[in-house]
């Protein structure tokens, strides 16, 4: 408890599955936080809770973000996990899917650090937390192609922030799980000729025997918001059950 006390937090896609999480255990550990997602009725539940300011927003939208980093001032905290996944090799991938990857995976973190990070500098503090994947540049998976190159870059785009304002009090670190129950992995399971099948292929994938939780993944998120993590930049964290041991 507390461990978050008197930061404020931005969380994006706090509608569902790991963002929503996170953004409940920053509240949990004593943060206000600042819940976006493209969909608002996901956050209606949220509002009005103690500590929580829901907002429906697409993360691709500048002014929009521009707008609420008046609104929120500095922030301490910023949680980077809108993506999406591409499912498909390089052949059936279009111009128009790949460059949708890059855009919602990683030209919107492009943009949202862009809106928050000048108060972050402001205030001399801050932890910028971005969701990539081991299916990334930490190892290629089949048919994720689109996918894995975008969160390759979500590595890349941590890394250098991380390098450019290490010595302005700003961290920024990248989260890389495998397999996490969450709704759209679940649309994914559910999309496959045998869900069943898939559900446990995808739990086996994972050497501990079952997928990640969305708690999982949010527990970390609260270690990295928190000054506990004060030594930790740059870091690519993998959080996988053993996937890629
Ligand atoms: N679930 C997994 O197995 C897994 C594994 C590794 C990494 N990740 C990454 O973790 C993050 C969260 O994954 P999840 O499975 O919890 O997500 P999810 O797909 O279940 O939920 C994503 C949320 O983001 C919102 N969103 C989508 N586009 C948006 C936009 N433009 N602006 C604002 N909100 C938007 C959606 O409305 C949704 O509520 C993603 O970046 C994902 O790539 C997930």
């Given amino acids: 408890m507390n461990r978050l006390k008197g930061k404020t937090a931005v969380v994006t896609a706090a509608g569902q599955g790991i963002g929503r999480r996170t953004a409940e255990m920053f509240v949990a550990e004593g943060a206000e936080v600042w819940a976006l997602d493209l969909n608002a009725e996901l956050l209606a539940d949220l509002e009005g809770q103690d500590g929580l300011n829901a907002v429906g927003l697409n993360v691709l939208d500048r002014n929009a973000l521009s707008e609420l980093a008046t609104r929120t001032g500095p922030v301490d905290v910023l949680f980077n996990g809108v993506g999406m996944v591409h499912v498909g090799d390089i052949?059936?991938?279009?111009?128009?899917?790949?460059?949708?990857?890059?855009?919602?995976?990683?030209?919107?973190?492009?943009?949202?650090?862009?809106?928050?990070?000048?108060?972050?500098?402001?205030?001399?503090?801050?932890?910028?937390?971005?969701?990539?994947?081991?299916?990334?540049?930490?190892?290629?998976?089949?048919?994720?192609?689109?996918?894995?190159?975008?969160?390759?870059?979500?590595?890349?785009?941590t890394k250098s922030v991380a390098a450019d304002y290490a010595n302005q009090g700003i961290r920024c670190n990248a989260i890389c799980p495998s397999a996490v129950d969450t709704p759209s992995m679940r649309q994914r399971i559910d999309a496959m000729p045998d869900p069943a099948q898939a559900m446990a292929d995808f739990s086996a994938r994972q050497p501990v025997g079952r997928m990640g939780t969305p708690e999982d993944i949010a527990s970390l998120a609260v270690y990295l918001a928190s000054e506990e993590s004060s030594y930790m930049t740059g870091s690519t964290v993998i959080i996988d059950g053993g996937a890629v041991n």
């Avoid at 855009?103 to 973190?109: F, G, Q, T």
């Avoid at 932890?127 to 190159?149: D, E, L």
Wanted: charged share 15%; glycine share 8%; proline share 3%.
């Fill in 91 to 157: 052949m059936n991938c279009t111009d128009d899917e790949f460059e949708a990857a890059l855009r919602v995976n990683v030209i919107s973190m492009f943009g949202v650090i862009k809106a928050f990070l000048p108060g972050m500098l402001e205030s001399g503090n801050g932890s910028i937390i971005n969701m990539s994947s081991v299916q990334s540049s930490v190892r290629g998976f089949p048919q994720r192609f689109a996918y894995a190159t975008s969160k390759a870059a979500v590595i890349g785009l």
